[in-house]
């Protein structure tokens, strides 16, 4: 049984930074893909980032293109979101997202429908 648990989310002023983590468990993962999504009090899941595990290969939203950067341990079967320059429009749910299948050049991971695997979610909160 697959897992997926964040960590480090936090509130923050605008401005700021915050590493978020997703470590899987139950599985090995050495093909596919991860990605971060996060979703608003009142709107969907929205993409934010995802990285192959096979390659060195990511895929950011426009949004947070130049403040975001996703990284990853095979070792630790872990990935990172580095956020930095946080706006109040940051703040949401953040959530990572696992799937064995997304190739590597990471078409559809930007897709919700994509993916198997899930965590239970981290709140970000970005003050202005």
């Known amino acids: 049984q697959v897992q997926l648990v964040e960590s480090g989310g936090g509130l923050v002023q605008a401005g700021g930074s915050l590493r978020l983590s997703c470590t899987a468990s139950?599985?090995?993962?050495?093909?596919?893909?991860m990605g971060w999504f996060r979703q608003g009090p009142e709107a969907g899941r929205d993409f934010v980032a995802a990285i192959s595990w096979s390659e060195d290969r990511t895929n950011y939203a426009d949004s947070v293109k130049g403040r975001f950067t996703i990284s990853r341990d095979n070792a630790k079967n872990t990935v990172y979101l580095q956020m930095s320059s946080l706006k109040p429009e940051d703040t949401g749910v953040y959530y990572c997202a696992a799937d064995p299948r997304i190739a590597p050049s990471l078409d559809y991971s930007d897709y919700v429908a994509f993916y198997d695997y899930w965590g239970q979610g981290t709140q970000v909160t970005v003050s202005s």
């Open positions: 139950g599985r090995t993962f050495s093909s596919g893909a």
